[in-house]
C-alpha cells in the first residue's frame, strides 16, 4: 500500500523536502527504472531497494526490482569477489569465474526483454555487473552501484570486475575514497534509511519488553548490541572481546544479532567461530534471526544501552544508521562508511581495536549525560543527512541529469 507515502514522509521532514521531490519526479513521470541486485532478503542494498521501490512508484516512475539466480558456485566466486575488492589477497580460481560468467548468462536470457525495454537500469554490487553486456539490444542508460567497501581492492580482482563495470553509463558509490578511475561520470551518493519501515517506526512499551523476555536479557543490566550479517569483516570475535574487557569492570550483557543472506555462503562459519568464542558465557547472546525479523532487531535495537559497529571494512553500515536514529551512539570501527556517521566524540565513538571499543563502552556506561546527549545528536545527524528522502532525491538528481545533461539549465516547475 502506497497511497499517502509521502504525506508520511512530510510529517517527518517537512513539506519543502516532500515538494521537492514531486517536482524532481515530473521530468521523469512514467519512466521505467529496473534494480537488479543478487538477494531480496538480508544485507543492506536489499534493505534499501524494498523500501525505495514503493516511494519511486508514489512519484509517478515505473520502478521494478529484479534478483538475479545463482548456485552454490557463483554465491562461492561472488563472496570471494565481494571479500577480494575489500582488501583480501586471494586468486579466484578460474572455473568459478567461468560459473559466475554462465550464471549471468543465464540470468540475462531471463530478464534481457525487461532490462533492455528500461529508460534506467540500476545494476547493484558486482554480482550482477555483467549484465550489460549481455542485453546488447539495451536502450536506456545503466549505472553501476557500488556498495562495498574497495577503497584498497586485491587489483587482479577489480581489474576483472572493471572490465564489466567500464562500459556503463554512469556509477555511484558510497564515499568519494572507494571511487576507482573509470572512463564515465562517477556520482556519490550515501545509503539511507527508511523512518517508516518496520525496522525504524517508534514501537510500543510493550513491545520492547516482549523483546526482553523472548530472548533471556535482564532488564537491569546494562545491553550492547551489534546487529550484523555474520561476516569476518564485521569482527564479531573482536565484539566479544571487547565486551569480555569491558565486562571486568562493569555488569553488562552482549546481544550479536544477525542471519544469512541468501546469497552470503560463509555465515555458518563464522557463527561457529562467534560462538566458539563466547564459550557458553550466558551473558552473550548470539542470536540468529530470520531475515524478515524487522520489528525484533528495532526492538533489540531501542533496548539497548549502546550499539557497537566493529567491522574492519564497512561500505555504509546501514545498522549504524538505525541505531543512531533511535538515539543511540555507536561504537564504529573507523572505516569506510561509519566514519560518514560516527563523528568521534559526537554521535559516537570511533575505533580500532577491542581495547579501543572496550575503554569506550565503560566510558559511555559511567557517563550517561553523555551517552544521552551523544545519542541525540546521533538521531538528528540521520534526521539531516541519512533519511530516504534525501536518498532519492540524489537518485532523480542523477537520472534528470543523466537525461537532460546536455542542456545548459532543466527548468522545474512546482507541481499543482
Ligand atoms: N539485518 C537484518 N537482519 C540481520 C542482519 C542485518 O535485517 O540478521 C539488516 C540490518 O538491520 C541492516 C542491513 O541488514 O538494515 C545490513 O546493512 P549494512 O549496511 O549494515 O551491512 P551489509 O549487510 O549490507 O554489509
Known amino acids: 500500500m502506497t497511497d499517502g507515502l509521502l504525506d508520511r514522509y512530510q510529517e517527518i521532514v517537512g513539506v519543502d523536502v516532500t515538494n521537492n521531490l514531486r517536482q524532481l519526479a515530473e521530468p521523469l513521470r512514467g519512466a521505467k527504472v529496473v534494480h537488479v541486485n543478487s538477494t531480496r532478503d538480508g544485507g543492506g542494498v536489499a534493505e534499501i531497494l524494498h523500501r525505495m521501490i514503493p516511494l519511486k512508484q508514489e512519484l509517478g516512475l515505473e520502478p521494478s526490482w529484479e534478483v538475479i539466480v545463482g548456485d552454490e558456485?557463483?554465491?562461492q566466486c561472488t563472496k570471494y569477489m565481494h571479500n577480494t575488492l575489500q582488501g583480501n589477497r586471494f586468486e579466484i580460481p578460474n572455473p568459478l569465474l567461468r560459473r559466475y560468467e554462465e550464471i549471468n548468462q543465464d540470468n540475462a536470457e531471463r530478464l534481457r526483454e525487461h532490462l533492455e525495454k528500461a529508460d534506467f537500469v540500476f545494476i547493484h554490487d558486482p554480482q550482477p555487473a555483467p549484465m550489460l553486456n549481455l542485453c546488447t539490444g539495451r536502450r536506456g542508460k545503466w549505472i553501476w552501484r557500488c556498495h562495498i567497501d574497495v577503497s584498497r581492492p586485491y587489483r587482479p580482482v577489480?581489474?576483472?570486475?572493471?572490465?564489466?563495470?567500464?562500459p556503463y553509463d554512469a556509477s555511484i558509490w558510497s564515499l568519494a575514497e572507494f571511487a576507482q578511475p573509470l572512463h564515465h561520470p562517477l556520482y556519490l551518493i550515501r545509503p539511507s534509511i527508511d523512518p517508516l519501515s518496520e525496522k525504524n517506526i517508534e514501537l510500543q512499551e510493550s513491545e520492547l519488553e516482549e523483546v526482553v523476555e523472548r530472548f533471556g536479557l535482564d532488564?537491569?543490566?546494562?545491553?550492547?548490541?551489534?546487529?550484523?550479517?555474520?561476516?569476518?569483516?564485521?569482527?564479531?570475535l573482536g565484539v566479544i572481546q571487547a565486551f569480555r574487557l569491558a565486562k571486568a569492570f562493569t555488569p553488562l550483557q552482549l546481544v550479536l544479532a544477525g542471519g544469512g543472506a541468501t546469497d552470503d555462503p560463509e555465515g555458518e562459519e563464522v557463527v561457529a567461530e562467534a560462538r566458539a568464542a563466547a564459550m557458553d558465557e550466558p551473558d552473550i547472546h548470539i542470536l540468529l534471526l530470520p531475515s524478515d525479523a524487522h520489528r525484533t532487531?528495532?526492538?533489540?535495537?531501542r533496548i539497548s544501552d549502546i550499539v557497537v559497529q566493529k567491522s574492519t571494512k564497512e561500505g555504509f553500515g546501514l545498522t549504524v544508521t538505525e541505531a543512531m536514529w533511535k538515539g543511540k551512539p555507536v561504537i564504529g570501527g573507523e572505516v569506510g562508511g561509519i566514519r560518514l556517521q560516527v563523528h568521534d566524540h559526537h554521535t559516537g565513538f570511533l575505533v580500532n581495536t577491542p581495547e579501543g571499543a572496550a575503554l569506550r563502552i565503560r566510558y559511555l556506561l559511567t557517563?550517561?549525560?553523555?551517552?544521552?546527549?551523544?545519542?541525540?545528536?546521533?538521531q538528528q545527524f540521520v534526521m539531516e543527512n541519512f533519511l530516504i528522502t534525501r536518498h532519492v532525491r540524489e537518485y532523480?538528481?542523477?537520472?534528470?541529469?543523466?537525461?537532460?545533461?546536455?542542456?545548459?539549465r532543466i527548468e522545474l516547475y512546482d507541481s499543482p
Open 297 to 301: 532487531i528495532n526492538g533489540l535495537q
Open 219 to 236: 532488564p537491569n543490566r546494562p545491553i550492547i548490541l551489534q546487529v550484523s550479517r555474520f561476516d569476518r569483516f564485521k569482527d564479531p
Open 73 to 75: 558456485e557463483f554465491y
Open 396 to 408: 532523480l538528481t542523477l537520472m534528470v541529469a543523466i537525461l537532460r545533461g546536455t542542456e545548459e
Open 158 to 166: 577489480w581489474k576483472y570486475l572493471r572490465g564489466y563495470v567500464e
Open 367 to 378: 557517563h550517561r549525560d553523555k551517552l544521552q546527549e551523544m545519542g541525540q545528536k546521533a
